[in-house]
């Protein structure tokens, strides 16, 4: 039985965020032997480099400690003036510097919701132009932008939409299966 840990990241800090509760659907409809753990970002301050000076501030520790651990990343976003928040950016600054490089070489899914008809199709694509210094892996296919979010969730937070659930199924079952391709590459090239 596959065993996989996934940190999902959200870019939203706003109660309620659609954005927060389709990480927590995701939770419940992980595939067996994935595990979604949902990082906080409230506490972790600005990125600062004369903060970075004087060592790394514990939440910052947390979340690096959180992201070396895992073994692929789920990030939802919101999409804030055809761009991602700077919430997300600030954590993915963070992380960029921390020694561990825990984003490098692992698979990473991308989803947005948004009240907007493009479900926040800018924001990702920003996010994979951000990622690509990272060297994370991204994956291409599929997609998954949830349009009119405020119609798709019900009021204790699940989501109710067929179509969106099955694509969240189909989004999570491409990321094991890369995070598996990755393990098992991994696996053979220090066998060999």
Known sequence: MMSIRV?????????????????????RQAPEGMRIEIAELSDVPLYNSDVQAQGFPEPVRRLAAQAAQADAFLIATPEYNYSI??????????LSRVPEAPFQGK??????????????????????????????MPLNKP?????????????????TDEATRE?????????????????????VAVAA
């Not at 928040?85 to 963070?94: E, F, H, R, S, T």
């Not at 997609?143 to 989501?159: C, I, M, Q, Y």
């Not at 199924?169 to 590459?185: C, E, N, P, S």
């Open 107 to 136: 698979p990473v899914a991308i989803a947005s919701a948004s009240m907007s008809g493009l479900g926040g199709v800018r924001a990702q694509y920003h996010l994979r132009q951000v990622l690509i210094y990272l060297d994370v």
């Open 7 to 27: 940190l999902a990241i959200g870019g939203s800090l706003r109660q309620g965020s659609y954005n927060h509760l389709l990480l927590e659907q995701a939770q």
């Open 143 to 159: 997609e998954l932008f949830v349009s009119a979010a405020h119609e798709k969730f019900a009021a204790d937070g699940r989501l």
């Open 167 to 187: 694509g969240l199924d189909k989004l999570l079952a491409a990321l094991a299966a890369r995070t598996l391709r990755l393990r098992a590459g991994e696996a």
């Open 85 to 94: 928040p700077g919430v997300l950016k600030n954590a993915i600054d963070w």
